[in-house]
């Protein structure tokens, strides 16, 4: 059905919006570079949970077409 691509993009989406999120901080901690650095650290994961759920739901919808 629709809803489960519909799912995968809202998982996509949200996960590019926590990788946005913590970028964001990272600017809000220029003085303490600890922080900055777990911030962007933190950045780099939801960036690559982004990325491995988009290429896993591309592979898993091409798999599932139908046949001609």
């Given at each position: 059905g629709i809803l489960?691509?519909?799912e995968m993009q809202c998982t996509v989406?949200?996960?590019q919006k926590r990788a946005?999120?913590?970028r964001?901080?990272?600017e809000l901690t220029r003085e303490r570079p600890g922080h900055?650095?777990?911030?962007l650290r933190?950045?780099?994961m939801w960036d690559g949970l982004a990325s491995h759920a988009?290429?896993?739901f591309?592979?898993?919808?091409l798999s599932n077409q139908p046949q001609m």
């Open positions: 489960v691509p519909f989406r949200f996960f946005t999120d913590w964001s901080w990272s900055k650095a777990y911030a933190q950045a780099a988009q290429s896993t591309k592979r898993v919808m």
